[in-house]
């Protein structure tokens, strides 16, 4: 065995749930940990003392049972980002929206059902912002007897990239909430859990891939960060994406890659250069508005050659070039370089005769002071974040159970298909008082198999932003996209419905709009929001539920017997 297979055999051992067919029963322990970061030790949350945590290995259309035991001094839930669960949204995980969290001491035995997805995924808390520190990756392999639909790759890697505050993430949260404000940005971003080399005191918890000459790796990477979209490269090695959100892709190659917060790439890396030399993986951020703070480091990891026992470090490895941070040209080519790859084992099904449209705002704005806490938002005012002019509320026990058990006033069915106020959403000078949205708790209800199209539509309210949109549930056609505003008689005769890539979370650019488009044949209750963290805190959030179908296989489950109590 080479020394590369070895420590390849090594990392797995150590970070890895291994999949077996003869056990699908999987157990998370959220427990407390100490780690070390940038000369800082601080406890952190983990699962199973794992950072990032485990990683589980499952076939296409397995059904797992992970059983969530919190023994942290916090509330908590696990989301099971991309994975649609069918009829089954009480496995979910967003708290306030389809459970109550997991309280300290308590259990909750979740049940994972997995469909269609096949390439890479992740898990994540989906309460508060604890998912800084409680995630990890899924690999979904193909079903057996059949394979990828490219060469077998030698091994397969988990990228995880990811945010370290030095702070507690919960002191973070709660100082952040409190202030009305903007959240202290992050200290470094992170590639498995480390820094990296060119931060201080993490050169020796540098992540290391160890490689060998003409084999070809499969990066399985995940964008864990909270509040930023992320480019990343490997020094003079070309990335070649074969999917994304666990659906495959036509091959896109290129020198770097963009990915957005809850996104997940398929990413094939040929080692093909020098083996005398060593070479940085890096990322760093992408931001399209130098008005907002962020964290501008970039974190490092090495891909280093195996040359049997003459294998040595390299004091110097080479740095890759990554596009500058407002390079919203190299983001958006990278997104949209995708293509599904639409061949007979993977057909497209792109809806055509879409029943239900809808177009939101995605907004950044403001509340007036309310006299009674501090309000560091521009000029005094409390930040907040909307769709449709809605700033969503969560409420005091989750929307799934209200829905299904008919609890009245928990929430309203009043989320509206189009914006309320209509006026030039990416004009460079708006009225103040469109800055102000409407607190409410209001959801959408759209019929079962309804063909769904819906269109976000970025505002230049605030100055306006990238929003990485994320539906529970589903996974959607991205059908077109551009900026300015959406136009309803000309942008659609631009849509591509031939090989749209097919994802579970789509990046809205910066005073633009995504359309997207999908069937709603899953029965449930369904977080949409943004996956930046702090506007998903403001409140860019919205639920669809999604009506019962007729027949018993197209309606919602019951419940476990052991739903968590609010």
Known sequence: MSISQLLGFLVLLLTTLHYSS???????????????????????????????????????????????????????TIHWHGVKQPRNPWSDGPEYITQCPIQPGATFRQKVIFSGEEGTLWWHAHSEWWRAEVHGAIFIYPKPGTSYPFPQPYAEVPIILGEWWKRNIHEVYEDFVRSGGTPNV??????????GDLMPCSESGTFRLLVEREKTYLLRMVNAALNDILFFAIANHKLTIVGADAAYTKPSTNGYLAIAPGQTLDVLLHADQNPDDTYYMAARSYTSNPLVDFDNTTTTAIVQYDVGEHTTPSSSPLLPLLPDFNDTTAAYNSFDSLRSLASEEHPVDVPTRVTANILSTVSLNTFPCPGNRPCEGPNGTVLAASMNNISFEL????????????????????????????????????????????????????????????????????????????????????????????????????????DP??????????????????????????????????????????????????????????PPPDMPPC
């Open 186 to 195: 992050s200290d470094s971003f992170t590639i498995n859990g480390q820094p």
């Open 501 to 558: 890539p097919f994802r579970n979370t789509v990046s809205v650019p910066i005073l633009g709009w995504a359309a997207i488009r999908f069937t709603a044949h899953n029965p449930g209750v369904w977080f949409l929001h943004c996956h930046l963290d702090r506007h998903m805190t403001w409140g860019m959030d919205t639920v669809f539920i999604v009506s019962d179908g007729e027949s018993d296989e197209s309606r919602l489950l019951p």
């Open 395 to 498: 409420p005091p026990i989750d929307v799934l159970e209200a829905y299904y058990y008919h609890i009245p006033g928990v929430f309203g069915y009043r989320f509206p298909s189009e914006p309320p106020l209509l006026f030039n959403f990416t004009e460079p000078f708006l009225p103040l008082v469109l800055q102000i949205p409407r607190r409410d708790t209001q959801v959408k209800v759209v019929r079962y198999n309804s063909e769904v199209e819906l269109v976000f539509q970025g505002t230049s309210l605030l100055g306006g932003l990238d929003h990485p949109m994320h539906l529970h549930g589903f996974s959607f056609y991205v059908v077109g996209r551009g900026f300015g505003n959406f136009d309803e008689n000309t942008d659609p005769q631009n849509y591509n419905l031939v």
């Open 22 to 76: 003869a056990s699908t029963n999987y157990h998370f322990k959220v427990k407390e940990a100490t780690y070390t970061r940038l000369c800082h030790t601080k406890n952190i949350l983990t699962v199973n003392g794992q950072f990032p945590g485990p990683t589980l290995q499952v076939h296409k259309g397995e059904t797992i049972f992970v059983t969530v035991e919190n023994q942290g001094r916090y509330n908590i």
